[in-house]
């Protein structure tokens, strides 16, 4: 059995999934990328988030480097490259999501971004199939299934998930900000995951830190033994409408 496929097995146990579960792998080095077995090529470049179709889709495992990215949100939230001027004053928003060049400069200002330089590439598969260590779990589901891991990560200490996102570059809040804190990410998919990456209208994304995911399953099954389940268990009561056309029928019966 490959090693983390136990681990998929329990994942799927509780939230019963549509796509697969991923492991993503951040790599310091691109011919890091030559170790990983099974490693589809790429024959042109794509948007890292297109990797990750690839892996939670068709369950392949996927590389990409800083030159195999298209997406220059990805880039420089996992610090492939530093973020150039024209970023930081806000021309990847302004007139698109932010009124004004101060609204602008805020939000680019507020994306998470991984030290540059810090990786070179990064690795995604499925995580019933790799054979790398991940640094964390990616998990598409519908709002039910992210419920139940944010009810598995609060079994243990309680409170509540934060969630902090700008709905775009959904690779920085789910990616780096995950690196950057060690805690459950949760991020809308961003418009370029939904035109290219095929995420659905329905669709919610859960990064969970490699360090963090048995504590979360831990807490999913005992929530389970407790009554909260996926899918959600409908409260089934005697359907009236059926008891009253009964006795109608029951009464001209005896006529």
Same mark, same amino acid.
């Given at each position: 059995?490959?090693?983390?496929?136990?681990?998929?097995?329990? %994942?799927?146990?509780?939230?019963?999934?549509?796509?697969?579960?991923?492991?993503?792998?951040?790599?310091?080095?691109?011919?890091?990328?030559? +170790?990983?077995?099974?490693?589809?090529? %790429? #024959?042109?470049?794509?948007?890292?988030?297109?990797?990750?179709?690839?892996?939670?889709?068709?369950?392949?495992?996927?590389?990409?480097?800083?030159?195999?990215?298209?997406?220059?949100?990805?880039?420089?939230?996992?610090?492939?490259?530093?973020?150039?001027? %024209?970023?930081?004053?806000?021309?990847?928003?302004?007139?698109?999501?932010?009124?004004?060049?101060?609204?602008? +400069?805020?939000?680019?200002?507020?994306?998470?971004?991984?030290?540059?330089?810090?990786?070179?590439?990064?690795?995604?598969?499925? %995580?019933?199939?790799?054979?790398?260590?991940?640094?964390?779990?990616?998990?598409?589901?519908?709002?039910?299934?992210?419920?139940?891991?944010?009810?598995?990560?609060?079994?243990?200490?309680?409170?509540?998930?934060?969630?902090?996102?700008?709905? #775009?570059?959904?690779?920085? #809040?789910?990616?780096?900000?995950?690196?950057?804190?060690?805690?459950?990410?949760?991020?809308?998919?961003?418009?370029? #995951?939904?035109?290219?990456?095929?995420?659905?209208?329905?669709?919610?994304?859960?990064?969970?830190?490699?360090?963090?995911?048995?504590?979360?399953?831990?807490?999913?099954?005992?929530?389970?033994?407790?009554?909260?389940?996926?899918?959600?268990?409908?409260?089934?009561?005697?359907?009236?409408?059926?008891?009253?056309?009964?006795?109608?029928?029951?009464?001209?019966?005896?006529?």
């Amino acid at each position: 059995m490959p090693k983390w496929k136990e681990l998929d097995e329990k %994942l799927n146990k509780f939230l019963r999934l549509a796509t697969f579960p991923i492991a993503v792998k951040l790599l310091e080095q691109e011919e890091d990328l030559n +170790k990983i077995k099974f490693l589809k090529k %790429l #024959d042109k470049p794509i948007a890292l988030c297109q990797i990750f179709s690839y892996s939670r889709y068709y369950g392949w495992t996927m590389g990409c480097k800083k030159e195999d990215n298209l997406c220059p949100l990805a880039s420089i939230a996992l610090g492939f490259e530093k973020p150039q001027e %024209l970023f930081e004053a806000g021309a990847f928003f302004i007139g698109r999501y932010n009124e004004t060049k101060e609204a602008a +400069k805020k939000t680019s200002k507020s994306m998470p971004k991984i030290e540059q330089g810090k990786f070179s590439a990064v690795v995604s598969g499925a %995580l019933n199939r790799v054979d790398f260590d991940p640094d964390f779990i990616m998990i598409w589901g519908n709002s039910a299934q992210i419920m139940r891991i944010i009810q598995g990560a609060l079994w243990k200490e309680g409170g509540r998930i934060t969630m902090s996102t700008f709905c #775009d570059g959904v690779c920085a #809040d789910t990616i780096s900000k995950a690196y950057l804190t060690g805690e459950l990410q949760i991020a809308f998919p961003c418009l370029g #995951d939904r035109r290219f990456g095929m995420a659905t209208d329905t669709d919610l994304i859960a990064s969970i830190p490699l360090g963090i995911v048995d504590l979360i399953i831990e807490g999913m099954a005992q929530t389970h033994k407790a009554g909260t389940r996926y899918p959600i268990p409908y409260q089934l009561s005697t359907p009236e409408f059926f008891v009253k056309l009964k006795k109608q029928l029951d009464k001209a019966k005896n006529k």
